[in-house]
């Protein structure tokens, strides 16, 4: 049986289409369709309720300890009111899950997971856990919005001072007032475009959901979320990443810092070496769309296996993102796709896609 | 939901409209694009291949995902709709006036519904 967000009825009122969710019903669009949902984040604002969103806090004097031991970036030094992405890494070096670290205190930390992983990640960071820390699930008391795009300072500067609000990307305030409600603010998301996530009790997730919908911010569902990220290229897991794929492959490096003394993962990546394939960025050079899980090839050779594809409403045509063999994975080299018995031409592409000016 | 009556309705949710003795347009649905949601792509037949009761002849693109479309007659297909390639968005427009293609020689008519038939098997589905 599939939870509700604190905002199922919202999404029902709006017309939302609901569906099932990595274990919640929320909406793959409102009546505005994915389109429009997806232009509005560019071009305006949207709202997204993204409260299935996992979240678990590690405390104790030897909670950063554990981060660096556990995670692949570093969190030494990092301040309070900072944000950081991460991967979590098996063994074998391939992605547990990626998911982003707030530092709240020298001893607590604030931990977004990905929901299908989140029971997993869990147990994962429990059973890795060493001296004093304990990491609590706080996915249930937890409701997360989403907003997002150029119009989101002007909307959320209607509740909040705008000096109360993180400035920088990737930081963070806590005990923020919206609409009455206490949450936590960051200058996150997963669309590529300029904004906020709000962090709540479930309690007030419709006051504040209510308060930036009446400031005209537009909602937006499960499908402009997946255009949205895929036009900026972000990695989803289960699509780019997963347990046997490398964060070197994936182009991740930037978040896993081989100079620390040990976390899990980091011998396996050494031992791996120079990746075979890469992730790279594909766009469709005439008509068609590209999905998941299709064969690339250069010639008649497979060079790789598309992970994520659509087409990017803003962009205006089809993208994908593949794992592609090295010596196919320049920028410029042709290749075609096979698509339902069908050759698809594309070019390899820089990343990301669209990259907000 | 609209339901054009001179039309006649197969039950994965294309329309036939009869314009002549062995000739029909075809084109999808209102509840379909609906359905659907925002059409991007769409991959047409040519001039002159056969289409046959049953069998896919073309497929809509959403952003979310593929769909085949199926032919209510067995023919031979006299005309596409070419400006669907440039501008798929007209079948979320106006379902009934952005037909795909034109049949001809139509030697078999799947099991077509009437629109009260086919309104009641849309309710069914909802």
Not at chain 1, 307 to 332: E, N, R, W
Request: charged fraction near 25%; proline fraction near 5%; charge should be negative.
């Amino acid at each position: 049986m599939e939870k509700r967000t604190p905002l199922y009825e919202r999404h029902v009122e709006l017309g939302g289409r609901v569906v099932p969710f990595a274990g919640f019903l929320l909406p793959v669009q409102y009546k505005t369709g994915v389109i429009a949902e997806h232009m509005a984040v560019r071009e305006h604002a949207g709202l997204f309720d993204v409260s299935h969103m996992g979240e678990a806090v590690l405390e104790g004097p030897d909670a950063e300890k554990n981060l660096n031991a556990i995670l692949s970036n570093d969190f030494s030094g990092m301040p309070i009111g900072g944000a950081r992405y991460t991967l979590m890494l098996n063994e074998r070096g391939g992605v547990v899950d990626d998911l982003i670290v707030y530092r709240c205190g020298e001893e607590r930390f604030f931990l977004v997971l990905n929901a299908s992983n989140t029971e997993k990640d869990v147990n994962w960071l429990r059973g890795h856990l060493r001296g004093e820390a304990t990491l609590e699930d706080i996915s249930d008391r937890t409701a997360q919005i989403a907003l997002q795009g150029p119009d989101a300072k002007a909307m959320i500067t209607k509740f909040v001072p705008e000096e109360a609000l993180p400035k920088k990307y990737y930081s963070f305030v806590e005990h923020v007032s919206v609409a009455g409600v206490d949450c936590m603010i960051s200058r996150t998301g997963y669309t590529g475009e300029f904004g906020y996530e709000l962090y709540m009790d479930p309690s007030g997730a419709a006051a504040v959901w209510d308060a930036l919908y009446r400031e005209g911010a537009v909602p937006c569902g499960l499908g402009a979320r997946d255009t949205l990220r895929l036009e900026a290229a972000m990695p989803l897991y289960g699509h780019e990443l997963d347990d046997e794929t490398d964060p070197i492959s994936a182009g991740l490096g930037f978040a896993v810092k081989l100079e620390k003394p040990n976390f899990i993962g980091k011998s396996a990546l050494i031992a791996r070496g120079e990746p075979v394939r890469v992730r790279v960025g594909l766009k469709v050079t005439r008509r068609g769309i590209i999905r998941e899980h299709e064969t690339v090839y250069a010639g008649e050779t497979e060079v790789g296996k598309t992970t994520s594809g659509t087409h990017c409403p803003y962009l205006g045509a089809g993208y994908a993102m593949a794992y592609l063999d090295k010596a196919s994975a320049a920028v410029g080299t042709q290749v075609e796709v096979s698509v339902r018995g069908r050759r698809i031409a594309a070019e390899v592409v820089p990343l990301p896609f669209y990259k907000r000016a | 939901m609209n339901i054009p009556e001179n039309l006649l309705y197969l039950d994965s949710h294309e329309w036939v409209e009869k314009t002549g003795e062995k000739t029909a347009r075809i084109g999808l649905t209102d509840f379909a694009q609906d359905q659907l949601g925002d059409l991007v792509f769409v991959n047409l037949p040519e001039e002159g291949d056969s289409v046959a009761v049953g069998e896919s002849f073309a497929d809509v693109e959403s952003v979310k995902a593929v769909s085949d479309i199926y032919s209510p007659v067995t023919g031979t297909v006299a005309a596409i709709n070419a400006d669907l390639l440039d501008a798929p968005e007209a079948i979320n427009q106006d379902p009934y006036g952005a037909w795909l293609i034109e049949v001809t020689d139509i030697t078999e008519y799947g099991e077509l519904m009437d629109a009260v038939a086919y309104q009641a098997f849309c309710e069914e589905q909802n």
